[in-house]
């Protein structure tokens, strides 16, 4: 496999876990603010507030996850080494 295509695989893996981090971690955030703003208007109801606010976030982090998924699919089970090297 010659160096640029290996240099490419791994700005694509990069690019990967880092667009899918920073939107997992906006959307984490956007989440947190409101369920802050919820509690603050209503204490009364923290406890569902919470509830649906950690759900929320797993879901917002199984994308990071699926960044991290492919960017190791790109550096070690890459299906096109074959045909690049």
Same mark, same amino acid.
């Given at each position: 496999m010659n160096t640029l295509s290996v240099a490419l695989i791994c700005i694509g893996a990069a690019l990967s876990i880092g667009i899918a981090g920073c939107g997992a971690g906006i959307g984490m955030g956007h989440g947190l603010r409101g369920a802050c703003d919820g509690v603050a208007r209503n204490p009364e109801a923290k406890g569902p507030i919470t509830t649906t606010m950690i759900i929320g976030m797993a879901l917002?982090?199984?994308? $990071?996850?699926?960044? =991290?998924?492919? $960017?190791?699919?790109? =550096?070690? *089970?890459?299906?096109?080494? *074959?045909? =690049?090297?």
């Amino acid at each position: 496999m010659n160096t640029l295509s290996v240099a490419l695989i791994c700005i694509g893996a990069a690019l990967s876990i880092g667009i899918a981090g920073c939107g997992a971690g906006i959307g984490m955030g956007h989440g947190l603010r409101g369920a802050c703003d919820g509690v603050a208007r209503n204490p009364e109801a923290k406890g569902p507030i919470t509830t649906t606010m950690i759900i929320g976030m797993a879901l917002c982090e199984s994308i $990071a996850i699926y960044g =991290l998924v492919i $960017a190791f699919i790109l =550096l070690y *089970a890459n299906p096109y080494k *074959a045909m =690049l090297g």
